[in-house]
């Protein structure tokens, strides 16, 4: 737009010297020339002036209305405090509803200004192909050639393939530094806290557990290793869900010598993906894990009888201590949790070795 | 305004003397933008982004990605002296204790959920119109990036405040990412600093979550931008519309304006849904501990497929020379996320494939009019829904009194046989609506006249269409085919030879077949008198 105000050489007599202060003649982005904007342009229908003095009204009123929604914003920061769930909630609502109605307003303006102030566009212009022309791509194509010639990389073979060479191991790099991100799994997943003589305490409280007061068939507790209460990796591992049974209800999938007297800890780390299987229905003996609800049979090994887990909750041999209190006989004998690329067959294993003792 | 003002001029002329902006402007002042309602629906998602960034960084003055146990001193009493990670208590102390801190974090995950939700429905309208098509196949992939790299996003945002719930979801991730054949462990350890839950994963997605995804980002988005402003958007066919022309709005003022005000209104929207609707009430949920969960725990929305997909598996499991491969758990993690994502990827290039289109598109399709791709797109999202709904069965199952494990069974045959009708239903539901473009655009539409025939017959009067929707309706478009069949000697053409190529002229022709051609008038035969019946002094009723 500014293309036709540049002095030729013809006129720079007649241009007169820039003033100091002022843009320099012919530079300005933003010209000085007078634009007409009430001109008909095709692709532009202007407005009714009657009705955009109407809209004026309206956009005004709504622009107004943001002003004191903002004023009012700044104001419920300053007059409502925060500091107890009531008074929180209250500034919450002055806030959160001052700016709302600040950013309504506001928009609800601007739809109006473009709507009825400014004309109706149907503007048209060409597109282009996005493919440059032959003779670019022919020069381009040369050029390159001829860089690559000039720089020698074609030409020097031992060059370019040490490069390469050099390149590799630096590449490689970024990735090594990442190994201290954590240690090696080793056989850490094999292993929980639990070991024989660990008493069993109820999660949240502490107590240990005196069997028998454990004693209405069909109790449950959420049981945690002692001295272990709020060590989150131990508890991911070792928690436990404590059943309480009658004898006859139990079978041949639990482990009997494995309980006592009717009572049955079950791990509670679901192993399909580890939530923990916190649900548990008396009447059916089921334990549900609420996240993507296997269900397991508490009175047959835990096995599973529903959902995606594919195998049984394990079972942690228990007994009781010189006083009667629940404790560990030993640790489990399968790895707890989510199953592993490592993991293999640990069920069958265990079996075998289980036959071997007895 | 008859002056350019000093200061505006002044400046302008600097910037123009250092950066030449000038002929930049000169170009795109004026660059026209093509109006349709589906247009704007991208733009939720960018405003989104830029709500997520101003009110995510007011968020990280308070918080404290830690994990370190801290008793609880603040002044939420229910949690007075208990034990919690940092971040949880920072994060109730942004809720309770900064003023407009509760507000600013419902804000900023309501954004989160705009944001990812606007980017699906942009993605679909993109899908539909086929608007992926060349040049723009570079633009869709950057898309599709994008769209991953927002549930990634989403993923560590809400496992930062370390709550019961958002525990919950880092337990299945660590579930899921053990899972992994031979790596599994080693990512799981990697990404933990050892065993689960360990102490680095909340500083750890804390990163990731306010550096480098967000700036992975950031660059896509404008690379996003800078692509479709190169290339210029597309427009749906209507009257002096082609391939060789956008027709629309200018960029100063009108669209400019037009951005600004659907900008506030996004804005104005989500601080509305930050104020009125609660969102994730962290204070409730109590800190995590893996020994607890509570029932009915449910991720965002975005996440809502996968659990789906994990609760509906039956339970596989492999065990093969001391080695477990978990199937309940990788399938549903890999292959929902796998076809979605690899699909809507590779779709253009095999779109091109199949039709040996390799033009330039600019006029977008009306989703009738590309049956196959529509189908294939409806199928695709009742696949992606059915999945969505089944992360709720427990909701389900307790709200409309399902039996649980009734839903799952249910839910694992609609996987299959659910995309299978979408399609069917789809397809039908094009061409039906084509035969109507068709009907109308020969026969015209009602205008509501009953004339009398001389012979004593009553006709109501059909009168062409508004000049603008019938032009809406003649941009319709053949559909490219490649040719398949044999040339005089029996030798099929190049492209199509051999069981691959026998198979792309078969696919060519199914997707491409026009089973409703707009035949234009020729069409008459046995209507004549209706249409003669309009007469010159019958005004064409405009249709709307």
């Not at chain 2, 900064?98 to 606007?118: D, E, K, T």
């Not at chain 2, 309706?473 to 051999?498: E, H, L, N, S, T």
């Not at chain 2, 008459?524 to 008198?529: N, T, V």
Request: charged share 20%; aromatic share 10%.
């Amino acid at each position: 737009m500014t293309d036709n105000e540049l002095p030729g050489p013809d006129d720079e007599a007649r241009v007169p010297r820039r003033v100091i202060g002022t843009p320099a003649q012919g530079t300005a982005v933003l010209g000085t020339r007078p634009v007409e904007t009430e001109v008909e342009t095709p692709g532009v229908t202007l407005p009714d002036p009657a009705d955009a003095r109407k809209a004026e009204r309206t956009v005004t009123l709504l622009f107004f209305v943001a002003f004191l929604a903002g004023i009012a914003f700044i104001a419920s920061y300053v007059v409502f405090q925060v500091g107890s769930l009531d008074k929180t909630a209250v500034s919450n609502a002055a806030l959160g509803g001052t700016l709302t109605v600040a950013l309504l307003a506001l928009a609800a303006g601007v739809v109006v200004w473009v709507r009825r102030i400014m004309p109706k566009y149907n503007l048209v212009q060409e597109r282009h192909d996005m493919r440059s022309d032959d003779d670019t791509r022919g020069y381009v194509d040369e050029t390159f050639r001829a860089g690559a010639s000039e720089s020698g990389f074609v030409k020097h073979k031992m060059m370019r393939r040490t490069l390469l060479l050099a390149a590799a191991p630096l590449g490689l790099a970024p990735l090594v530094l990442l190994k201290d991100l954590g240690p090696l799994p080793g056989t850490s997943l094999r292993h929980t806290v639990w070991k024989k003589g660990m008493k069993l305490v109820v999660e949240g409280t502490g107590q240990p557990i005196l069997a028998a007061d454990f004693d209405s068939p069909g109790g449950i507790l959420s049981v945690v290793p002692e001295g272990y209460e709020h060590d989150l990796n131990a508890l991911a591992k070792a928690t436990l869900i404590l059943i309480k049974f009658r004898p006859e209800d139990l079978k041949s999938g639990t482990i009997k010598n494995w309980t006592y007297d009717g009572i049955v800890a079950y791990s509670k780390i679901c192993t399909h993906v580890g939530c923990p299987a916190a649900l548990y229905e008396q009447t059916t003996h089921h334990i549900l894990c609420p996240c993507h609800q296997s269900t397991f049979d508490a009175t047959d090994g835990a096995k599973v009888i529903f959902g995606p887990a594919a195998r049984p909750l394990p079972q942690l041999p228990i007994g009781v201590d010189g006083q009667g209190y629940l404790i560990a006989q030993a640790d489990f004998d399968v790895p707890v949790g989510p199953s592993f690329w490592e993991r293999g067959d640990a069920e069958a294993e265990a079996r075998e070795a289980r036959g071997n003792q007895s | 305004m008859n002056e350019t003002p000093k200061p505006i001029a002044g400046t302008a002329s600097y910037l123009d003397d250092r950066l030449g902006a000038g002929s930049f402007l000169k170009r795109n002042l004026r660059k026209v933008f093509p109006d349709h309602w589906s247009f704007l629906l991208g733009e939720i998602a960018l405003y989104s982004f830029i709500i997520l960034l101003l009110t995510g960084t007011f968020l990280t003055f308070w918080f404290k990605p830690s994990m370190g146990h801290v008793e609880y001193q603040g002044v939420y009493e229910p949690l007075k002296g208990v034990m919690m990670s940092e971040a949880y208590a920072s994060t109730l102390h942004i809720s309770f204790e900064v003023r407009g801190g509760l507000l600013i974090r419902q804000m900023h995950h309501w954004a989160a959920l705009l944001f990812v939700a606007g980017m699906m429905v942009h993605a679909l309208r993109v899908f539909f119109t086929g608007a992926y098509r060349k040049p723009r196949e570079l633009n869709w992939l950057i898309g599709v990036l994008l769209l991953t790299l927002a549930l990634a996003e989403g993923l560590t945002g809400y496992s930062l405040p370390d709550d019961l719930l958002s525990g919950a979801g880092l337990r299945i991730t660590e579930g899921v990412a053990i899972s992994l054949p031979i790596v599994g462990t080693y990512i799981t350890f990697f990404l933990f600093g050892g065993e689960y839950p360990g102490v680095d994963v909340i500083s750890r997605f804390y990163t990731l979550h306010i550096l480098l995804i967000p700036g992975i980002l950031l660059a896509l988005i404008s690379a996003h931008m800078v692509l479709m402003w190169v290339q210029k958007h597309t427009q749906m066919p209507g009257p002096g519309r082609t391939e060789h022309n956008v027709v629309g709005a200018p960029f100063y003022p009108a669209f400019m304006a037009k951005a600004g005000a659907y900008f506030l209104f996004t804005f104005a929207c989500i601080a509305g849904l930050g104020t009125f609707a609660q969102i994730n009430p962290i204070w409730l949920f109590g800190p995590y501990t893996p020994a607890d969960i509570s029932a009915g725990s449910q991720p965002d929305f975005y996440m809502g497929f996968l659990e789906g997909a994990l609760r509906l598996m039956p339970a596989w499991e492999i065990n093969f020379l001391g080695h477990t491969l978990p199937l309940s758990v990788l399938i549903p993690a890999l292959v929902p996320m796998g076809i979605i994502m690899t699909g809507l990827a590779l779709y253009p290039f095999a779109e091109q494939w199949i039709t040996g289109d390799r033009r330039e598109h600019h006029l977008a399709d009306r989703p009738r009019n590309a049956p196959v791709r529509t189908s294939i797109g409806m199928a695709a999202v009742t696949f992606y829904g059915i999945l969505w709904l089944l992360g709720a069965n427990d909701e389900i199952s307790t709200h409309f009194h399902i039996g649980l494990y009734e839903t799952t069974i249910i839910g694992r045959f609609a996987i299959f046989l659910g995309p299978a009708i979408a399609y069917w239903i789809t397809y039908r539901i094009c061409i039906g609506l084509q035969r109507r473009d068709q009907d109308i655009l020969s026969h015209g539409v009602e205008s509501g006249v009953i004339k009398r025939l001389p012979h004593g017959e009553y006709i109501e009067v059909h009168t062409p269409p508004a000049e603008d929707i019938a032009e809406h309706m003649r941009g319709k478009k053949q559909i490219q085919i490649v040719p398949g069949d044999d040339d005089k000697d029996g030798i099929p053409p190049k492209g199509v030879r051999g069981p691959i190529g026998k198979l792309r002229a078969k696919a060519s022709k199914f997707y491409g077949t026009d089973h409703v051609p707009l035949d234009g008038d020729g069409h008459h035969d046995g209507h004549a008198d209706e249409h003669a019946a309009v007469g010159a002094g019958d005004k064409p009723r405009e249709l709307h």
